[in-house]
């Protein structure tokens, strides 16, 4: 299997594990567990811009089917609405600037990151 493809399954498997930030759409907070997953911010940072776009819309496509998880469809409509028809390039930009504005998180799980970002670029509007 090729690392982008690995990247993309381990993306979308990351984003069913990881729900620590989902208050940002509308959840009641409820303790959560952050899994280890297979990226760290440190790990993404590495990659060639290639892999850093495959791995983001893996993720990203893994949000917008969360509701076959159990996610409920407002939360996902939420990002939805925030962030319709935005390309990949504009993805990853939204995600490199969360991580280069925080710095103390680059070891967090990379599924974290990304759900951690993409919210903020939508509030911020």
Excluded at 85 to 93: K, N, S, T
Aim: charged residues 15%; proline residues 7%.
């Amino acid at each position: 299997m090729r690392v982008l493809e690995k990247l993309w399954i381990g993306g979308l498997l990351l984003l069913i594990c990881c729900a620590a930030p989902r208050q940002a759409f509308g959840y009641q907070q409820h303790p959560a567990v952050m899994r280890t997953g297979f990226l760290t911010g440190n790990d993404y940072r590495k990659l060639p811009y290639s892999e850093k776009i495959s791995y983001i819309s893996g993720v990203f496509d893994g949000f917008t089917n969360a509701t076959l998880f159990g996610a409920p469809d407002s939360s996902i409509q939420t990002l939805m609405n925030c962030l319709p028809h935005v390309p990949q390039d504009q993805l990853e930009a939204m995600v490199s600037k969360y991580l280069s504005e925080n710095p103390d998180k680059w070891g967090f799980p990379m599924s974290y990151l990304v759900f951690a970002a993409l919210p903020k670029a939508c509030w911020s509007k």
